[in-house]
Each structure stands twice: as structure tokens, then as C-alpha cells.
């Protein structure tokens, strides 16, 4: 009976330990799952991997006066692009350059002016060569009367006619504004309708006019970089790449003129050099007139071809691990060249761009060290693309979206980061200052302007992970500082590739030497570049790519 007693007893135990077990496992189940977050994610995806002492070495190098302020082309920026390359390869980065390598060469080729046979003269007085004036591209020889033209533009929009009034043909025109980009008063939405028809440059439309020379005033900023202008126009040449020239080139040629040789060409005329220069810059424009007949300028150019040299992207790619997603890529970007040496300031002549644009150049290779000690790897591919020659013209960028080494329409989002490291610190009164984000803050310029989907993926990672202040007041073409038209971003834009573009702001030591390491905030640099990290991951693991809803249209070079 005990027996018995015993076994029935055993069995109840058993079949109730059972049952609690099983109500345990299905209340386990039952238990809703919390919704995964990209604040659940960051160590999963490397990006804790990402520290501000990690950056700090790096760029402690990439900005160091050893590398000489990292122009294009120089040895500086060689021994930078080396040093990149031996990071991705230890990190077992793909290389996407040319013949198996990290790197994509840019030729180049150089005018430079032969200084015996260029002579200009007023009224039989030489002028002296640097002095008085630089010549730019183009062989020229010019004699004759001269006519002052405006900012030389014809935009129908605004009713902008630089020669109404006048008949410049074989004449020497004198024109104010910059050497190049847009003047003061045009935006680039008021260049509506066919070019060539409803607006012209000053280059097109002195040529159309019959002019024989332009001569240009030209504006504040070239004016107080005379001698570095006058280093890079005569004695480096006119440095160019070599497979951007081989449209058809710019017939007109001419000079640009000091502001002494400015004053003395007006003396004596219907209104003298500073009141055009006002009238150029202000509202009340003066009508475009001749200048005295008795009074001719001489030009006489000659150049001669340099040997040829180069430059070089750096490219990489981190492979993705869905067996189709991966022939997809997330582009990250950042131009790796600066402005090399020039005029001293405080007896500093190397131009570090500790911020321009060696903060964004770093934080890639932060993300890409990230990457590459990461499992599982990211579904789609990650393209890096340091670019080259960004401050001569954007020309890394628009040399790989011309020449790609991976398929432009497999690239789903490109992400520029160029300036990501100063901050505006509290009780900073500097003027200059006035625009530069803070410690918490980032200018986000670009994403929703072509996809409404990568917008929301960027403020929605955001808002999860760190929840930066992302400032979005240049967020906007019409914007007058053109920031979606200056850095390496737009020429991916204008491909038809969706962009954003972080941006800490300009400030006091944009383009001097003053821009150096220990100005950098290395905390707000960690947040950004995790950010940044986060957005890339996020991008790169989803099912479909961000879709392109809006066009850039064509006054803002969309080319589809």
C-alpha cells in the first residue's frame, strides 16, 4: 500500500512540475517581443567600436604640418592617400581603384605662362606680370578700345543684359565679379529655361557678343588671396585634368586685374573703379558703357604645356553578405585633400584643414575600422570614396561619378561628410562664428531634396540612437551660401543618386592655418560618426533602397 501510496504521489508531482513547465515556456511566448530599435543596435553594429581617441590619432597625422597642408596634387596628399591605403588593406578592404588597387588616378596637365612673351600694355605703358595682372587660361592676343560690361551675364529672368546698350565686338571687355562661379545677385533658380539662350555666363556671352578680351575685376576674396593666386596662376600654371578637357574648351581668354590696374583703366571715365565695383555689388547698377576712345589695352598671352602629373581617389569596398543585395552599395564619402601652403599667417604658412576636410576624411576611416572588426557584415556592399582635388573644383568627385569603378545605379544613397569636427562653444561672440554648430548640433543638407524615404531614414536613426540636433536651415538650392553645391555630394546628386551631406558650419578658420587639430571637438565628432554609422548600417540592411521621388531639375544639373 505504501508502494502504491508512494507511486501515486511521485506521478502528481511529475505531471504538475510538467505543467508549470509548459505554462512557464507558452507565458514566455505569449509575451510580446519589445520593437527592435536602433538604440538596441549600436554594439551589434560596431558603431561603440567608434571612440573620439580612435579619431583623434588619426587625425592628429592627417592634419600634422608633415603632410604639408595636403594639396592637389603634392606629396602631402600622396603619403595621406598611402596611409589610407594601408588601413583598408590590413582591414581586408576590397580595393576598387584601377589594376587592383586602393587608388584611382587622375591625370593632369599644367599651363604654365611663359613669362617672356607675355606682355599686356595701356596705351604703350607695360604692365607688370603679377602685379598688375594674371592672366588666365588661353593663348590671347588683343589690342583695341575696351568697354565696362557689369558682372558680363545675360539672364533673361532677371533682365540682366551686360552688353544692353552696346556693341562690344572686337573690343576688350571689363567685367566685375569673380573668376568664376555665380556673382552677386544670381541664384542658381533664376537660371530658367535653354542655356545659351536664356542665360549665359560672362565666358559665353562675351563670346557671343564678338569680344575680343575680357578683363575682370574680381571680387573681395581673390583679392585678398592675390599672392597665392598669383603663385598658383603663374608660377604652378593652370593645373587641369586631363580628361575634362576633351569637349570643346573656352575660345575667350584674357586677365584679371588688380585693383590698382582697376583704378587706372576708369580714370577719368563716366564713373571710377569703386563706384562700379559698388554698383556691381549693390542695387544701383550703372548701364554698361565705352570707355574713351584714346585709351587701348594690349594683351599678348603665351603659355607653354608642363609635364604631365597626377592625383588619385582612394576607393574601397567592405563586401556585403546577402548573395544579391551585395552587388548594391552604400557610398560614404569625404574629400581628403586641403589647400596645401600659402600666405603666412602669424607666421604660419601650412594650411592643416585639421575640419576641411581632414574630420570627415577621418571619421570614414573610423567607420570603416568599425566595419571591418564588425560580424555579421552589412547586407549591401559599403563604397568608400576618399576624393581628390575637392577644393580645386569638386574634381575627385565628378572624376568617379565619369569614370566609376563600381556601377553608378547599383549605388543606392551617397553620405558626404565634409567639416563634421568644430563646435561653437559657449560665450563665443566672434562673428565668424556665428553659423558653426554646437557641441549637440550638425547641418543635414540634402536628404530629402531627391528621396522623401532617406529623409525619414535619417531623422528616424537619429531620433532612435543619439538624438542629435540636425539643423536643417541650408537644407534648401535657393540657400545663398550654395552649400548643396559645394562639397563632393552634388556630383552624385546630379547622377540621379540620393545624397545627404553633414556639415558643421563655416568658421574663423575656414582656410587658414588656424584650422588645426586642437580645435576639434573629439566628442562631438564620436556622436556624429556613430550617427553616421548608424544611418550607413541602416540603409545598407533594409530590403529595398530608398526611393528617388524627386528630380533635381535641370538648372540645378540633374541629369535625370
Given amino acids: ?21 509548459n505554462y512557464s515556456v507558452n507565458a514566455q511566448r505569449r509575451q510580446p517581443r519589445a520593437p527592435r530599435t536602433i538604440a538596441s543596435l549600436p ?72 613669362k617672356e612673351q607675355t606682355m599686356v600694355s595701356l596705351n604703350g605703358q607695360p604692365l607688370t606680370l603679377g602685379e598688375h595682372y594674371l592672366p588666365f587660361p588661353g593663348t590671347l592676343d588683343a589690342n583695341g578700345p575696351m568697354v565696362f560690361a ?9 533682365n540682366i543684359d551686360a552688353y544692353r546698350g552696346i556693341d562690344a565686338r572686337g573690343k576688350i571687355a571689363i567685367i566685375f565679379g569673380p573668376p568664376a562661379g ?58 587641369v585634368v586631363e580628361k575634362f578637357q576633351t569637349g570643346p574648351q573656352r575660345v575667350i581668354a584674357g586677365v584679371i586685374a588688380s585693383p590698382q590696374l582697376a583704378n587706372t583703366l576708369f580714370q577719368g571715365e563716366r564713373a571710377n573703379a569703386t563706384a562700379l565695383f559698388e554698383s556691381v555689388y549693390g542695387t544701383q547698377a550703372v548701364e554698361p558703357f565705352e570707355l574713351r576712345p584714346d585709351k587701348k589695352l594690349s594683351i599678348s598671352v603665351r603659355k607653354q604645356s608642363s609635364a604631365a602629373t597626377s592625383a ?12 544579391v543585395l551585395k552587388n548594391e552599395y552604400v557610398a560614404l564619402g569625404a574629400h581628403y585633400d586641403h589647400v596645401g601652403v ?44 576618399w576624393h581628390a582635388g575637392e577644393e580645386k573644383g569638386l574634381w575627385g568627385s565628378r572624376y568617379f561619378t565619369e569614370n566609376p569603378t563600381v556601377p553608378l545605379d547599383k549605388i543606392v544613397t551617397q553620405i558626404n561628410l565634409d567639416m563634421i569636427g568644430r563646435s561653437k562653444q559657449e560665450g563665443d561672440t566672434n562673428p565668424r562664428n556665428t553659423t558653426l554648430s554646437g557641441p549637440d548640433g550638425i547641418y543635414v543638407i540634402g536628404s530629402k531634396m531627391m528621396s522623401t524615404e ?11 540612437y543619439l538624438n542629435l540636433n ?50 576639434i571637438d573629439f566628442q562631438k565628432m564620436e556622436k556624429i560618426t556613430r550617427t553616421i554609422h548608424m544611418t550607413m548600417w541602416e540603409i545598407a540592411d533594409r530590403t529595398t533602397r530608398p526611393v528617388v521621388d524627386k528630380q533635381l531639375p535641370p538648372q540645378m544639373g540633374g541629369s535625370r
Fill in 342 to 385: 600659402g600666405i603666412p599667417v602669424n607666421g604660419d604658412s601650412i594650411y592643416n584643414g585639421a575640419d576641411d576636410d581632414g574630420s570627415g576624411t577621418t571619421a570614414l576611416l573610423a567607420i570603416a575600422e568599425a566595419l571591418a572588426h564588425t560580424t555579421p557584415r552589412p547586407k549591401r556592399s559599403v563604397l568608400f570614396v
Fill in 150 to 158: 557689369g558682372n558680363g551675364w545675360f539672364v533673361k529672368s532677371k
Fill in 182 to 239: 555665380l556673382p552677386r545677385g544670381i541664384t542658381r533658380q533664376d537660371l530658367q529655361g535653354t542655356r545659351g539662350v536664356d542665360y549665359m555666363n560672362a565666358f559665353e556671352y562675351a563670346e557671343k557678343q564678338g569680344v575680343a578680351a575680357l578683363v575682370i575685376v574680381p571680387d573681395f576674396q581673390f583679392i585678398a588671396n592675390w599672392e597665392r593666386n598669383r603663385m598658383r596662376m603663374i608660377e604652378r600654371g593652370n593645373l
Fill in 1 to 21: 500500500m505504501r508502494r502504491l501510496l508512494f507511486s501515486l504521489f511521485l506521478t502528481s508531482v511529475l505531471v504538475l512540475n510538467s505543467s508549470a513547465i
Fill in 312 to 323: 588619385q581617389n582612394v576607393v574601397a569596398v567592405f563586401e556585403g553578405r546577402d548573395p
Fill in 470 to 519: 540636425y539643423d536643417y536651415r541650408y537644407d534648401d538650392p535657393a540657400d545663398p551660401n550654395r552649400y548643396f553645391f559645394r562639397s563632393d555630394h552634388i556630383n552624385y546628386a546630379r547622377k540621379g543618386i540620393p545624397i545627404v551631406f553633414f556639415f558643421d558650419g563655416e568658421h574663423v578658420d575656414y582656410h587658414r592655418p588656424s584650422d588645426s587639430v586642437e580645435k
Fill in 43 to 114: 554594439t551589434q553594429r560596431g558603431a561603440d567600436k567608434i571612440t573620439a581617441n580612435q579619431i583623434r590619432d588619426y587625425l592628429t597625422f592627417i592634419s600634422s604640418d608633415a603632410l604639408e597642408g595636403r594639396d592637389t596634387p603634392s606629396r602631402g596628399l600622396d603619403i595621406a592617400a598611402q596611409f589610407l591605403a594601408l588601413n583598408l588593406s590590413r582591414w581586408g578592404f576590397k580595393p576598387a581603384g584601377d589594376a587592383g588597387s586602393y587608388f584611382q588616378k587622375i591625370a593632369l596637365t599644367s599651363d604654365v605662362v611663359d
Fill in 454 to 464: 532617406l529623409g525619414e531614414i535619417t531623422e528616424t536613426v537619429n531620433r532612435q
